[in-house]
């Protein structure tokens, strides 16, 4: 708890571009949870060097991503939006906490499967340990709650178990994390393979809209999205490509899915997907504006950096300093 408020920990990592799944699926509606919540969103930087990155690159897109936190409308007044690399309690206790946690847990996260499949050239410590430091940073902030998607469920257990196995040791020192399930958000599928997620890392860029992609490039992507020759709007499994575009639709336009059953009764897949595009258009556009404008204040993204970057870290302290008291690190003498 800080100020009577429960804790929310979320993080996303500055790799690949942002999608309007991203945007749909966790960023919108971070916005409206930070009445209810303390919330902490992080820019998980150290997460991302467990894959080889261009250092230019990445510190480009780190800021952007943060500098998109706001665009989307997290107000960093009441969001604490940050790098977690400022952070230096974050790499500290994931130390702690590798020590607490056992090789057959990490060995059975099938994120580290697959992207050391992906990855065949470059396994490393840090991919297999990467769920740590997840702990790590949903536990220093004694989180209550995490938004996460499906894929990063698994992630969120093991945090819960290493923090429950170092709470049974040592007394109640971490915050047993829950999921956030509330109004989640639409979970977005690729516009090429509607049984496969839509993800910033996919190859085919027509698969995904980029939240910076213009109006053109938006209709386009749309234009060929796979659908299927039933030639009917029905909100249904038997039509995934269909159902998916609906669900876009419905998460733009706030109209349910029955709603736009009606809505494209009769019409063709054309118009509906032209309907989609302009959809999408008009929910993205105020971010991309206001992106631009925030890219161009330099002084207030470095303001709100410096800032965040202090609150994180003292409540950061607060907990790192109890974990390495009770784990028997010696005080430090001032
Ligand atoms: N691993 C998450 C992802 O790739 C990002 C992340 C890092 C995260 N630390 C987190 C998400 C803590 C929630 C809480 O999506």
Redesign the pocket.
Known sequence: MIDGKKVL?????ATGTLTIGNYLGALKNWVSLSEEYECFY?V?DL?SITVRQDPAELRRRARALLTLYIAAGLDPKKNCIYY?SHVSGHAELAWILNCFTYMGELNRMT?FKDKSAKHADNINAGLFT??V??AA??LLYQ?DV????I??MQ??EI?RDIAQRFNAIYGDVFTIPEPYIGKVGAKIMSLQDPAKKMSKSDENPNASIYLMDDPDTIMRKFKRAVTDSEACVRYTDEQPGIKNLIDIYSACTGKKPEEVEREFDGKGYGDFKTAVGEAAVSVLKPVQERFAELEKDKAYIDSVIKENAEKAGYFAQKTLRKVQKKVGFPEKIR
Do not use: R
């Open positions: 920990f979320s993080g996303m990592q992080s998980v997460h977690q994120q990467y769920p430091l997840m940073d949903i989180a995490v938004p996460v998607g894929d990063q992630h969120l945090t």
